[in-house]
């Protein structure tokens, strides 16, 4: 999987190439569940085995990455308000701007032809609170963007721990910790009308998974190694592990959240730690092509919905094709859209939002690893 390579700066902890291999392996594996979702409403003859539902797990790991990498750039932040509202508006260039233009044009299908994206007239009924990611327990209308709730929510969490000096930033997290835990007590039985899902996404289970990923990101920073090899080796086995688990027992992963963050967050905790762990110690980095998907992950995840239900409907149909190539198509398409919105959507989008804040800024991590 990884190729040996001297790194370009191993005093610089923030430019960690593994990361974007692990960012493509976790699109790639969200891209194969929906992609086998489509299957099952379009045809009988579907070939994506049924495995492929371990997809879900992809959103685990992008979560723990988000929880690594946000330690990783903020680390450095003085505690001042003007560093964490820097951070804020960082972050805030990262995800809106990109989402919004998947927005609109999912917007624009949705208003003259539902049918092809799968929604009935008039389900979404929450559009203003879909637009700027508001918490609602109403069907979104890009579907992927619940991801970017617990995103947004976790930049909120880390903007508060910046302003506090970084010997009290471990015992902010652990408050935090607590909160969701006696919380979640409250929340998960009550009703909705007592339990916003604002409130209830702020003590969510999945939140653990930005927690995991900061604690291997503390590790990194400030502990000398902690054997990378076995800890990703044995990553990756329990990674393997939780896959079998979880398609032989027909866990179903809605009745607790839990189960996914003990059977995919956690062991991916361990393989991000054991991948950034071996690149930095002994140049082991992921070959480039796969450095290239991670890059575009974003524009990847939040395109892809889109264009399987536009392609797949249209060639689904067509009967003389058979389900393989159907497939192959649809992937292959969508990931290509995917890559080249990176380079002349999000990227520009990107540099002109996050350029209106001026030259100077506190993010070391640059943007491929933000």
């Given at each position: 999987m990884?190729?040996?390579?001297i ?7 923030t430019?960690?190439v593994?990361?974007?291999?692990l960012?493509a392996?976790?699109?790639l594996?969200v ?5 086998r ?9 579907a ?5 492929a539902?371990?997809g ?14 946000m330690v ?10 003007g560093?964490a509202g ?8 990262r995800?809106?701007?990109t989402?919004?233009?998947?927005f609109?044009l999912?917007l624009?299908?949705y ?16 559009l203003v ?29 880390f903007?508060?721990v910046?302003?506090v000096?970084?010997?009290?930033r ?7 910790a ?5 919380g ?5 039985d009550?009703p ?11 003590m ?8 995991f990923?900061?604690?291997v ?6 502990r000398r ?17 939780s ?6 027992s ?11 963050v ?5 062991p991916s905790?361990?393989?991000l730690y ?12 992921v070959p480039a ?8 992950s974003?524009?990847?995840y ?14 689904a ?16 398409l ?9 380079r ?8 002109l939002?996050?350029?209106c804040f ?8 640059g943007?491929k690893?933000?």
């Amino acid at each position: 999987m990884c190729e040996r390579a001297i790194p370009d700066s191993r005093d610089d902890p923030t430019r960690v190439v593994n990361v974007q291999g692990l960012r493509a392996l976790a699109v790639l594996l969200v891209m194969f569940l929906h992609l086998r979702d489509l299957e099952r409403v379009y045809r009988a003859d579907a070939v994506l085995p049924g495995w492929a539902d371990i997809g879900h797990s992809g959103v685990d790991l992008f979560f723990v990455i988000s929880g690594f990498i946000m330690v990783l750039i903020g680390h450095a932040y003085p505690a001042t308000r003007g560093a964490a509202g820097r951070f804020l508006y960082h972050r805030w260039a990262r995800i809106y701007p990109t989402y919004w233009f998947w927005f609109l044009l999912t917007l624009a299908f949705y208003l003259s032809a539902p049918a092809w994206l799968r929604f009935e007239a008039g389900q979404v009924t929450h559009l203003v609170e879909s637009f700027f990611l508001i918490p609602t327990w109403t069907p979104q209308l890009v579907p992927v963007s619940w991801t970017l709730k617990y995103e947004l929510y976790f930049y909120l969490i880390f903007s508060l721990v910046i302003l506090v000096p970084a010997r009290r930033r471990i015992l902010l997290l652990l408050v935090w910790a607590g909160y969701m835990l006696i919380g979640q007590q409250f929340c998960y039985d009550a009703p909705d009308v007592l339990c916003h899902k604002s409130l209830f996404l702020t003590m969510h289970p999945l939140a653990f998974e930005f927690l995991f990923g900061a604690v291997v990101a503390g590790i990194y920073l400030y502990r000398r190694s902690l054997h990378p090899r076995f800890i990703f080796i044995l990553g990756s086995c329990l990674l393997v592990g939780s896959f079998v688990i979880y398609i032989r027992s027909g866990v179903n992963l809605d009745d607790n959240s839990w189960y996914r963050v003990l059977l995919f967050g956690f062991p991916s905790a361990l393989l991000l730690y054991g991948c950034v762990e071996l690149e930095r110690q002994q140049g082991l980095r992921v070959p480039a092509w796969v450095v290239v998907i991670g890059n575009a992950s974003y524009s990847i995840y939040l395109s892809h919905f889109l264009l399987f239900d536009l392609l797949y409907g249209r060639l689904a149909t067509l009967s003389v094709l058979p389900a393989a190539l159907v497939a192959g198509i649809v992937f292959t398409l969508s990931l290509g859209v995917g890559l080249m919105a990176y380079r002349w959507v999000e990227r520009p989008l990107l540099h002109l939002s996050r350029g209106c804040f001026g030259s100077a800024r506190y993010d070391p991590a640059g943007q491929k690893a933000a």
